[in-house]
């Protein structure tokens, strides 16, 4: 058995909808060399978040980012959450580094913004269904199956959208919010979106002239406790 480890998590929501309710649970660790490499696999999996991050060097903007199942070289909601919290903790930063590559970072008066490029995403089989109303009650997949994001328009004039998105290929039976496919869909559709996932999660798309897609949301904090 490992040496047993002491540091703090912030548990975050991200991607809050407008009404408060939503946003996908984030589990970060500021002080990430606190918990070895070969350990963070583990810890990811027993917190059960959809991902969890682990913060190599604040300054730098250094992170990694697990799932219960695999690590990932980016994602959307952790990449906007920590840089939500580097910011509220005293050391904001202007890019995060995970594996992928250099996530510029801003923010607004209500959210957080990251830029990223769909090529750093990992495979997400899309599927466009006829309405709203299919998504809502489309089923969910068993888990280990290859994962599967359905969506349609609410809106097709105003860019909104309704999707869901079963991650059971990376041990997550539902994502509730996914910006990692929401690059993704920006970059396909190549237009501005408000994407309506999950239980009531919001994230804002906007695709740029460089071949990245921004995306943004509201983060709040749930909780910070010992680890």
């Known amino acids: 058995m490992g040496a047993r480890i002491m540091t703090e998590l912030h548990v975050l929501r991200v991607f809050v909808g407008p009404d408060g309710g939503g946003g996908n649970p984030l589990g970060v660790f500021l002080d990430g060399s606190a918990v070895p490499a070969d350990r963070r696999a583990g810890v990811a999996t027993e917190l059960g978040f959809s991902e969890t991050v682990f913060v190599d060097d604040r300054a730098l903007g250094a992170i990694r980012i697990f799932t219960p199942a695999a690590e990932l070289p980016f994602a959307g909601h952790p990449t906007v959450g920590t840089a939500w919290l580097l910011r509220e903790t005293g050391t904001p930063v202007d890019v995060l580094r995970p594996p992928a590559g250099e996530v510029g970072v801003r923010h607004d008066a209500e959210r957080t913004w990251i ?15 006829a309405s709203a109303t299919d998504v809502e009650v489309h089923p969910s997949q068993p888990m280990g199956t290859p994962g599967l994001y359905v969506w349609a328009w609410e809106d097709e004039a105003a860019g909104r959208l309704r999707s869901r998105y079963f991650a059971t290929d990376y041990g997550i039976l539902e994502d509730e919010a996914t910006g990692a496919a929401a690059v993704v869909m920006g970059d396909r559709l190549g237009r501005p979106l408000t994407i309506r996932q999950g239980v009531g999660s919001e994230i804002l798309v906007r695709p740029r002239t460089d071949g990245m897609v921004e995306i943004g949301g509201r983060v709040e904090l749930i909780e910070r406790r010992e680890f």
Do not use: F, T, Y
């Open 115 to 129: 830029r990223a490029r769909a090529e750093w995403v990992h495979g997400i089989r899309i599927e466009q269904l």
